[in-house]
């Protein structure tokens, strides 16, 4: 289904029942990366899957805002597109990660739990060698023109050796000209630096909200050594997989997962800072992230 929030029509894979758990994927990818993910979970959860702003089947505007701060106004507002009350689990992975963990530090009277997979939320990380040449202007476009099946696949396995060949093909469905633009806008918006106001933030989140990692340790793109710095009482390390955990070992994750929402303690005791809105706490404007 698709729902409109701001100025995006956004497709919503919604199964399941139980409580609700949102997945929020990363670059190259839509929805259909938890597909197999989402049927071991959804007898028991309610799991929801959106395509984000200008993957798959959503859209976006070309002036589409990729700031932190509006990628967290839009998973917040899809939230209320959906007319989630309760509480809610929150997984990401990749670009999913800076969408979703803006948006729990922003509202996080509505995270219930926090899952993070080979995603990145510091301003000391440094843009692997793909990502250097999508944010540098003209260089970034060729890449993205030269693009096509064989070398898609062949990056997509080299980050992670185990990923079914069907899954990369239904990745690569999607990679079309919207989905191109819309990637180089979103590494050219994301300076590792914005990330400086919001990982101290970050951590004293998940000092109150459980969280749990999960790492697969051959991804090129992310180092093992940051899955410890996301401040989570769990870690788990998965030495034969790559980047796309998720899409590599369903079951295993799926089975963390599970485990970690049904046995994970309640919220530690104490609030946290509910307005994060004053002067002194703000991050950088949007109209002061470098393109």
Not at 86 to 107: C, K, S, Y
Not at 154 to 178: E, N, T
Not at 209 to 235: E, S
Request: aromatic share 12%.
């Amino acid at each position: 289904m698709h729902v409109p929030v701001h100025s995006v029509s956004v497709y919503v894979k919604d199964q399941g029942k139980g409580t609700p758990t949102l997945f929020l994927h990363g670059n190259p990818d839509s929805a259909d990366l938890w597909d197999e993910l989402i049927e071991l979970l959804s007898p028991k959860l309610r799991c929801i899957a959106p395509d984000l702003p200008g993957f798959g089947r959503s859209s976006a505007p070309a002036d589409f805002d990729c700031s932190l701060e509006n990628m967290a106004r839009f998973v917040d507002g899809l939230v209320e597109a959906l007319g989630i009350t309760e509480r809610m689990n929150l997984v990401v992975h990749d670009f999913g990660g800076p969408f979703g963990l803006a948006w729990a530090i922003r509202h996080h009277w509505k995270v219930r739990r926090i899952v993070a997979i080979n995603t990145v939320f510091f301003s000391d990380y440094r843009w692997h060698p793909w990502a250097r040449v999508w944010r540098t202007p003209l260089l970034g476009e060729f890449s993205m023109a030269l693009m096509n099946r064989r070398l898609f696949a062949r990056a997509l396995r080299r980050a992670s050796p185990m990923l079914p060949a069907d899954k990369i093909r239904q990745a690569y469905a999607w990679v079309k000209s919207p989905m191109k633009r819309m990637i180089l806008r979103l590494y050219r918006a994301t300076d590792p630096g914005n990330f400086a106001w919001w990982e101290d933030h970050l951590r004293a989140l998940t000092v109150r909200i459980p969280a749990l990692v999960l790492w697969g340790d051959q991804d090129p793109y992310i180092q093992k050594r940051y899955a410890d710095r996301f401040g989570a009482r769990k870690v788990v390390h998965f030495p034969a997989y790559g980047h796309w955990l998720p899409a590599e070992a369903p079951a295993k994750v799926a089975g963390h997962l599970l485990d970690f929402f049904e046995t994970s303690p309640q919220e530690a005791p104490g609030t946290l800072k509910t307005d994060l809105t004053a002067s002194a706490d703000r991050p950088r404007s949007a109209a002061e992230v470098r393109p």
